[in-house]
């Protein structure tokens, strides 16, 4: 139990350093403390806070794909882009960019509550750093429980070690629940990439036959379908509708 508890203060750091910081910035932490020796030279050393400062930072991304609604979107994304068969258009850097705005959109409301019960409270000095990290991983494991698969999580369970240790999925540790949620995401962002390369596939096929009727052989069907499905997707307004899907797939809006 002991060790669960270290295990989660360090994977809630960086939702608690990415609230923290501008705090931080404000407070005017120094990076380098300068000691003066008695010979007249002096020594250069980084604080502990600098430290920890930048250990965080270097864990955020890895807490932006992996413990939010980022991966699902960008899978759906990358494999939207290939059901219409752009190479670079809309670029990796689009792509990433709308992922992770879309990713705090979602987010915002887990965020305002990590923020309401741990990081207030904390720099109010209402608690301690551990007891807001705790506060802080409640609500990213309510967040990671509602979109995670029972059968994804059993399997990790079992992989553990730990079958029947848990009464329920609330008190699997988060060394457990965030390969599961990864799982389930995957999962889920697949199944509304294959609903999404249905149309796509259907107009492939249909401009593939008539060129092939027409004798037409040289000719490649994905030059000429390309147009068809740029129109099809503009017609239907479809980054509206595949916003809409993803967002409402997190349980917003319902």
Same mark, same amino acid.
Request: a negative charge; charged letters at 15%; proline letters at 6%.
């Given at each position: ?71 699902? &979107?960008?899978?759906? %994304?990358? /494999?939207?882009?290939?059901? #219409?068969? $752009?190479?670079? +258009? ?14 705090m959109f979602i987010m915002t409301p887990v965020f305002e509550e990590v923020n309401e019960r741990a990081l207030q409270p904390y720099l109010n000095e209402a608690m301690t ?62 199944? &509304?990439?294959?609903? %999404?390369? /249905?149309?796509?596939?259907? #107009?492939? $096929?249909?401009? +593939? ?35 809409g899907t993803l967002a409402t797939s997190f349980g917003m809006g319902v």
């Amino acid at each position: 139990m002991k060790n669960n508890k270290h295990r989660l203060l360090m994977l809630m750091l960086p939702v608690f350093m990415l609230f923290s910081l501008p705090v931080m910035a404000q407070q005017g932490i120094s990076a380098v403390t300068v000691t003066s020796n008695p010979d007249g030279s002096q020594d250069y050393s980084m604080t502990l806070q600098a430290l920890f400062i930048m250990s965080a930072l270097s864990l955020i991304p890895a807490f932006i794909m992996m413990m939010t609604s980022f991966t699902r &979107i960008i899978v759906v %994304l990358s /494999i939207l882009r290939q059901a #219409i068969g $752009l190479q670079q +258009a809309p670029s990796n850097q689009i792509l990433i960019g709308v992922s992770l705005f879309l990713s705090m959109f979602i987010m915002t409301p887990v965020f305002e509550e990590v923020n309401e019960r741990a990081l207030q409270p904390y720099l109010n000095e209402a608690m301690t750093s551990r007891q807001a990290l705790e506060e802080a991983a409640e609500p990213m494991r309510a967040f990671m429980l509602s979109q995670t698969r029972v059968k994804d999580l059993e399997t990790f369970v079992r992989i553990a070690g730990d079958e029947g240790k848990y009464d329920e999925p609330a008190d699997v540790p988060l060394t457990i629940l965030i390969p599961s949620f990864i799982t389930s995401e995957l999962k889920t962002a697949f199944q &509304i990439g294959f609903m %999404l390369f /249905i149309p796509f596939l259907i #107009i492939d $096929l249909v401009v +593939a036959s008539i060129l092939m009727a027409m004798g037409m052989m040289m000719l490649s069907p994905m030059i000429v379908s390309l147009p068809f499905k740029l129109m099809l997707f503009v017609l239907v307004d479809g980054w509206n509708l595949i916003f809409g899907t993803l967002a409402t797939s997190f349980g917003m809006g319902v």
